[in-house]
């Protein structure tokens, strides 16, 4: 899978606002056959900073997404809300799904 977390530092008037400007983004992003999860969180360190990790089942997946007519509609409407370019890991990971942390093993 291609794992993506990407780092977005969001202008103070606009932070509030962030989630519901990229709804459309996300709903159509998650609606992608090849996407595997696209979750936004806030930073514990700096509310002003949105945190997105995304996953893609290959990189076809990836490229149809990048490519997407709701990819670019989502840019155009996160540029002018970010303070800052935002900062990306992208990787390969040899699996598709979300692996159990042994070491916090619920038992019982």
Do not use: C
Not at 1 to 18: C, G
Not at 25 to 40: D, I, K, Q, V
Not at 61 to 78: I, K, N, P, Y
Not at 83 to 102: C, F, L, N, R, Y
């Amino acid at each position: 899978m291609i794992f993506i977390v990407v780092k977005f530092d969001v202008q103070e008037q606009h932070a509030r606002q962030w989630l519901d400007k990229t709804a459309k983004f996300t709903a159509a992003t998650r609606a992608e056959p090849g996407n595997l999860w696209f979750e936004w969180s806030v930073s514990a360190d700096n509310p002003l900073r949105y945190v997105l990790v995304e996953a893609f089942a290959d990189s076809q997946a990836g490229t149809e997404h990048v490519q997407s007519e709701h990819f670019r509609a989502g840019l155009d409407a996160m540029r002018p809300m970010l303070s800052a370019t935002p900062k990306i890991v992208h990787t390969i990971v040899d699996q598709q799904d979300w692996s159990e942390m042994g070491e916090l093993e619920i038992v019982g």
